[in-house]
Every structure is written in structure tokens, then in C-alpha cells.
């Protein structure tokens, strides 16, 4: 078995097509499928079902796919960290990061990031928490920028911030005129929210103790794809809805108007990086997380007992 037979396994099972797969991998199909038909003969397992079309691994072909992603990153990562050693930052970066962080914060910092590591290359995929961790998990990803804690054992967690959340509301809301604001002051058949799948929505939940209440609201159906969107519905459509810090960044004069604080303990999240437990480029680490901390507009500390963590 050697690194070369696992690419052509995941070319294969990349284009479901050996002579795609082959011309993918600049050899010849009839090269290509003599190395996976030794590898298979090595380990007495059928990988692929080659009397399907298109070609569909096995059963065991499925966990095989799986374990050889996972290896071909930690191969790949071995050549990334001995340049480490050597005191440089080069190679593939591959970040997830979810998107209602997304659209603000890197726009804040990965201009210079880049700048500051131009051997690197980076590759961002905007995705939610679940995908993040499926992808840290095999060796898709390398790193993570997502709300935590997310009690995942393979998982690493370093926090970067608390980010508090505010109400964002039309004119024609029945709020009371006090500075801040309660939960329970939100009208909720009148709260725009996230689609399913969002960490942010469940957080909103959470907070506004939705679960027990979602039967008696009357516009749950509707499930924006983005803040941006939960922003526009409030503008045109009044109503209410919550949006973390970083999005207040993007808003107008006339939009800022509409923000509400709430009462303390105030909502946060916390925003984390976070990678697998064999992760090794602690420079690389280190260099993320420094050049985020230094251009979030808002003090990076620890949690102070004014807030609370959803």
C-alpha cells in the first residue's frame, strides 16, 4: 500500500468514473485501475462496485474512502509542519467557518492575514457548525471558526471572543421605552429566525425560551437564510429579530436606530477556533488566532459574569 494507490481511491470515488479519475490523476485508466485492483487483491476487499454505473463504493469500500481521506491529510500536514520547523508558514490552510460569522469577521482580517503569510494558501468553505466538524473530522478542513462549546472529544476549542447579540427592531414594535430590554419583552409571532441547521437559531431559541412557545407563534414557517435577509424582512416587513455584534459593522445611520441592547446578563456567543486533537501547525495557530484578536472591533476577554453564554 503506498499514499499514491489512496489518491486514485479518491479520485474515483471524487468522479464515480475511472477514466475521469485517471485523467484527474495524469495517468492512464488501464494505470490506474491495475494499482487499485492491487491494493484491493493486498487487502482481500472489494473497494469499488465496478458492474454499477456510476462506480459506488462498497460497504467496506465506504470505511476504507473514509480512513485513506484521513490519511492523506495527516501526509499532507507532515510537510506543513516540518516547514514550521523551520520557522515558516507555508503550504494549504483549509478553514471552515459558519455563515453568520462569515460576511463580517473575515472581511476583517484576512486581507492582512494574506499579506502576512503570502506562501500560504488558503481555502475557505463557509458552512455550518455540523459540516465543520465532519470535515475537521476527516481532514477536510484543518481548522474551524464557529460558536462554541461544542463538547466534541476530538475536537480542541480556543476561544477568540464573546460576541453579544442585540434586538433589531422596526419602529411600529410594541417595545417598551425603557434602554434595555428583557426576553420576554419580544413578541415572539413577530420574530424573524434563521432556517434549521443554523447554531445562531437554536442560540436565538434559547434565549428567548422559543421552545416551549414556538406552537404559539405565528410566523415560525418562514426560515431566513442569512442576517442580511433577517435584517431586510425587519426593514420592509417590520417585526423583530436578533443579530450578533460583527453584523451591527454593515448597518446605515438610519438601521442603527433600530438596534435595542439587552438587559443584563447579556446574550453572547462564544467564537472559537477550533481543530482536531492531532493537529500539529501551533505556529499556524497562533498566527490565526493573533491576527483575529487584533482586528475584532470590540474587547477580546474572557467572559465576566454581566453576560450569558447561549
Request: hydrophobic share 40%.
Amino acid at each position: 500500500m503506498n499514499l499514491q494507490q489512496l489518491e486514485y481511491i479518491l479520485a474515483v470515488d471524487t468522479y464515480r468514473h475511472f477514466a475521469k479519475a485517471a485523467d484527474k490523476c495524469f495517468v492512464t485508466q488501464a494505470t490506474l485501475s491495475m494499482m487499485i485492483k492491487k491494493l484491493e487483491d493486498e487487502l482481500a476487499i472489494k473497494i469499488f462496485d465496478r458492474s454499477k454505473q456510476p462506480v459506488t463504493p462498497t460497504k467496506e469500500g465506504e470505511g476504507f474512502i473514509l480512513r485513506a481521506k484521513q490519511v492523506l491529510a495527516e501526509a499532507k500536514r507532515l510537510k506543513d509542519f516540518a516547514a514550521e520547523i523551520k520557522g515558516e508558514i507555508t503550504g494549504d490552510l483549509h478553514l471552515g467557518i459558519i455563515p453568520t460569522l462569515a460576511p463580517y469577521l473575515l472581511p476583517l482580517f484576512l486581507k492582512n492575514f494574506i499579506k502576512k503569510y503570502p506562501q500560504l494558501n488558503i481555502f475557505i468553505k463557509e458552512i455550518v457548525t455540523d459540516e465543520i466538524i465532519d470535515h475537521i473530522k476527516t481532514g477536510e478542513l484543518d481548522m474551524g471558526l464557529a460558536a462554541t462549546p461544542l463538547n466534541e472529544s476530538f475536537i480542541r476549542e480556543y476561544p477568540l471572543f464573546y460576541e453579544e447579540f442585540f434586538a433589531y427592531s422596526s419602529r411600529e414594535e410594541n417595545l417598551p421605552d425603557k434602554k434595555y430590554l428583557l426576553p420576554q419583552m419580544i413578541d415572539l409571532k413577530r420574530l424573524w429566525l434563521l432556517e434549521e441547521g443554523h447554531c445562531f437559531r437554536s442560540q436565538v431559541l434559547n434565549f428567548c425560551e422559543l421552545k416551549m412557545k414556538a406552537p404559539y407563534s405565528e410566523n415560525l414557517h418562514y426560515e431566513a437564510g442569512s442576517i442580511e435577509t433577517l435584517i431586510n424582512l425587519v426593514d420592509k416587513y417590520q417585526g423583530i429579530t436578533i443579530i450578533p455584534h460583527l453584523a451591527m459593522l454593515n448597518l446605515k445611520s438610519s438601521q442603527r436606530k433600530k438596534i435595542r441592547e439587552f438587559a443584563s446578563p447579556k446574550p453572547v456567543r462564544e467564537i472559537s477556533i477550533i481543530v482536531g486533537n492531532n493537529f500539529a501547525r501551533e505556529k499556524l495557530l497562533d498566527g490565526v488566532r493573533e491576527e483575529i484578536m487584533s482586528r475584532v472591533p470590540f474587547p477580546t476577554i474572557l467572559k465576566s459574569k454581566k453576560v450569558l453564554e447561549i
